[in-house]
């Protein structure tokens, strides 16, 4: 019997004899049969943040810890000392089965083989955006989440702010009509990209598990390019600026617009020279800077066709003619934001969905100030989630979830989507004359309900990674 089942069915059975009225315990005492148990898996960085926002102040269980450097872990170990530790998230599912569920944020490489890890033993899962490194693990990862009915939530936490609910709302009553063009720009990257890999070896960090830390990617030596935070700006771990930012920027208009599979992704990047001036192709490593466009069929809330641009690396849209001059795009310093154009106005907001406005076609303004009254608690995002859990996943609580897999799974394959296209932009085959072009300068076509590029089969060898050997999905 599964341990939720059996705490249920023990209530209840020893309810006679066992009942102490909850004013003795004391105001705000939760029994311990009411609170999820739940494994951390990645404790640094975003990670602590996450157990903390999870554990909320005692309504939830951190019951272990599993880290491959434990002195980033550090934190959480000392917040949680009875948390069991691990550096081997397989040794953590081996030997302890006494949990409900995890979360998991670590570096995009590793989501998918963790996260699938964790649904195929019946336990739910809060992972870190981008829910995957690559499109197939999205799709298999949200088929596995329902046929296992896992309840699941990606860590864009703007989806769950009141910003996010107010434009589907003003979009939903008609205010801006349908929307043809978006903009999404970010100042990101904030990291290296766009740069050769460093081949020096150096001695291993104390304490850190590299083989693990490396997991299902290509095995490369231990380098501070890559750990920490660094691994963002290459393509054997991250899915640089785009998949940072786009799960926050993109859900506004993905959720508003109702959208699904995008049908053609075209890019461009920016270039780095070599000292004889002529442009260096660098597949290890993201781009310094990109524009993406991706078009998007019409969709029942908005029966037109759609085109998204994304810019990063530090550009963004100009002013459209419909905001004042000394009013910012997006966030108040425009470094991130959104832009939707529609019939009778535009629609933007910042990062997370924050501060969304509207600049009506005859002159009038909307504005849906994010004051303390209307933000979303600290952790709020998680703490939604470990309610689902605890409701089960047929619950409606289950249901009102922002990012369950059904929604992150389409968000991020189209994210990622952009991604293939970067990808694809230094790729050659030979043309006419049997002299090299490069395909990827051109648009590509895909087809979202088989997951492939229909007129360019050299970019589909990033629809999906090849797995390190015992690291597979």
């Given at each position: 019997m599964k341990r939720r089942s059996f705490l249920k069915k023990a209530s209840y059975a020893t309810a006679g004899i066992s009942i102490v009225p909850r004013h003795v315990l004391g105001q705000g005492y939760i029994p311990p049969s009411d609170k999820l148990n739940i494994a951390v898996i990645g404790g640094g960085g975003k990670g602590f943040s996450d157990a903390v926002n999870t554990w909320n102040e005692g309504a939830s269980n951190i019951t272990a810890i599993c880290d491959v450097d434990w002195n980033r872990a550090s934190e959480a170990f000392k917040k949680f000392p009875l948390a069991k530790k691990y550096k081997d998230y397989r040794k953590l599912f081996d030997e302890l089965n006494d949990f409900d569920a995890v979360t998991i944020s670590t570096p995009d490489h590793t989501h998918a083989v963790i996260t699938m890890a964790a649904i195929k033993r019946e336990k739910h899962v809060y992972v870190q955006k981008p829910l995957t490194h690559n499109i197939y693990e999205a799709r298999m990862l949200a088929q596995a989440a329902r046929k296992h009915k896992i309840v699941s939530q990606m860590g864009n936490q703007g989806a769950s702010g009141k910003g996010v609910a107010k434009m589907v709302k003003w979009f939903n009553k008609g205010k801006i009509g349908n929307v043809h063009n978006v903009d999404v720009w970010t100042n990101r990257p904030i990291w290296p990209q766009g740069i050769k890999a460093k081949t020096n070896k150096l001695p291993l960090l104390d304490g850190l598990d590299w083989e693990s830390w490396i997991g299902p990617a290509k095995m490369v030596d231990y380098h501070p390019q890559y750990h920490p935070f660094k691994w963002r700006g290459w393509w054997n771990f991250g899915t640089g600026a785009l998949g940072d930012m786009g799960c926050h920027l993109i859900d506004p208009p993905y959720r508003v617009l109702?959208?699904?599979?995008?049908?053609?992704?075209?890019?461009?990047?920016?270039?780095?020279?070599?000292?004889?001036?002529?442009?260096?192709?660098?597949?290890?490593?993201?781009?310094?800077?990109?524009?993406?466009?991706?078009?998007?069929?019409?969709?029942?809330?908005?029966?037109?066709?759609?085109?998204?641009?994304?810019?990063?690396?530090?550009?963004?849209?100009?002013?459209?003619?419909?905001?004042?001059?000394?009013?910012?795009?997006?966030?108040?310093?425009?470094?991130?934001?959104?832009?939707?154009?529609?019939?009778?106005?535009?629609?933007?907001?910042?990062?997370?969905?924050?501060?969304?406005?509207?600049?009506?076609?005859?002159?009038?303004?909307?504005?849906?100030?994010?004051?303390?009254?209307?933000?979303?608690?600290?952790?709020?995002?998680?703490?939604?989630?470990?309610?689902?859990?605890?409701?089960?996943?047929?619950?409606?609580?289950?249901?009102?979830?922002?990012?369950?897999?059904?929604?992150?799974?389409?968000?991020?394959?189209?994210?990622?989507?952009?991604?293939?296209?970067?990808?694809?932009?230094?790729?050659?085959?030979?043309?006419?004359?049997?002299?090299?072009?490069?395909?990827?300068?051109?648009?590509?076509?895909?087809?979202?309900?088989?997951?492939?590029?229909?007129?360019?089969?050299?970019?589909n060898q990033f629809v999906k990674r090849q797995y390190r050997e015992g690291w597979s999905l």
């Open positions: 109702g959208l699904g599979y995008p049908t053609e992704v075209e890019s461009s990047v920016g270039a780095v020279f070599t000292r004889d001036w002529s442009p260096e192709y660098l597949p290890e490593s993201c781009p310094p800077s990109s524009r993406t466009q991706l078009k998007f069929k019409a969709t029942d809330k908005n029966p037109v066709d759609l085109k998204m641009t994304w810019t990063d690396g530090g550009l963004r849209p100009f002013h459209p003619d419909l905001i004042p001059a000394d009013h910012p795009i997006g966030s108040n310093n425009s470094a991130n934001g959104v832009i939707m154009y529609g019939e009778k106005g535009i629609m933007t907001c910042g990062t997370y969905g924050r501060n969304p406005k509207i600049y009506f076609n005859n002159g009038d303004f909307l504005e849906f100030n994010d004051t303390e009254e209307n933000k979303l608690p600290e952790h709020g995002h998680q703490a939604s989630w470990v309610e689902a859990c605890k409701a089960g996943f047929d619950s409606r609580k289950h249901r009102k979830l922002t990012s369950s897999f059904d929604f992150a799974g389409p968000l991020t394959e189209s994210i990622l989507m952009g991604n293939l296209a970067i990808r694809s932009y230094g790729l050659r085959e030979k043309g006419l004359n049997n002299k090299f072009i490069y395909p990827g300068r051109k648009k590509l076509l895909w087809d979202g309900t088989n997951m492939k590029i229909t007129n360019f089969e050299p970019a």
